[in-house]
């Protein structure tokens, strides 16, 4: 199922989102006790016989509906949200997403100073949309500099927002958005290596799941296509 589908097939609705997508998804399982970061303790609702830590859905759900409302103004401003997401889990829901609503992404590797040293960076990147794909690179070198590069070319600025798959795994973006005062809204879950400081829109999810990624992208389609279309 592609996730402009599901978008389209999906129970959620302005005014509610059902909780049985995200507990039949394992959303809601989090860390291990031992392992959890105690700063996101507030939205835990207890553990189970493994020591496996679970969160509290109605604390969950009104977090993801911020992150949600606050990237629908943004579209209503007409901001450039800048989608990403790098690990294996992520690549494709990143690219999907970034191609579905017409918004820049980054699906491979992420680029030192992409944003800090944006006046260069973007010189590479329209270096690269008019002369490195017709360059003869390996195959290798080609797919390397598309995945870095070749979801950026819609990105005329710095974003207005930046929209992170899965933190653990780009924490690096965090930083940099964090020094330009970007916004950031970030899916993550409760293991004691995530720093949730500078994350102004936490989505606390069990990261571990390709289906609840898939779930929160679906959402993030049917919002943005909404402040869109109405």
């Known amino acids: 199922m592609t996730l402009l589908k599901a978008f389209k097939t999906s129970h959620y609705s ?5 909780f049985d997508h995200l507990f039949s998804y394992n959303s809601h399982i989090g860390a291990t006790l031992s392992k959890r970061n105690p700063k996101l303790d507030e939205y835990l609702l207890g553990f189970d016989i493994n020591n ?4 509290n859905l109605e604390k969950m759900i009104i977090i993801l509906r911020r992150a949600l409302s606050f ?36 699906s491979g590797r992420w ?20 002369f490195l794909k017709k360059l003869s690179l390996s195959k290798k070198k080609k797919s390397n500099l598309e995945s ?5 070319k819609t990105l005329k600025a710095l974003p207005a927002a930046i929209v992170i798959l899965d933190l653990k795994s780009d924490q ?5 958005a964090s020094r330009l005062g970007i916004p950031v809204i970030a899916l993550l879950d409760n293991t ?9 829109f936490p989505i606390i999810i069990n990261t571990s799941s390709h289906l609840s990624i898939f779930f929160i992208s679906s959402l993030i389609i049917q919002t943005l296509k909404e402040s869109k279309f109405g």
């Open 14 to 18: 302005k005014n509610q989102i059902i």
């Open 148 to 152: 870095s590069l070749g979801g950026l």
């Open 111 to 130: 680029v030192k100073g992409l944003l800090t040293n944006w006046e260069n960076i973007s010189s590479s990147i329209k270096l690269y949309d008019l």
């Open 71 to 106: 990237l629908k103004c943004v579209s209503n401003n007409k901001g450039q949200i800048l989608f990403v997401g790098t690990n294996s889990k992520t690549q494709v829901l990143t690219k999907t997403l970034g191609q579905t609503l017409n918004q820049p992404y980054v």
């Open 52 to 55: 496996d830590t679970f969160f």
């Open 172 to 176: 690096e973006v965090v930083k940099e």
């Open 192 to 200: 004691n290596s995530i720093n949730i400081d500078q994350i102004d």
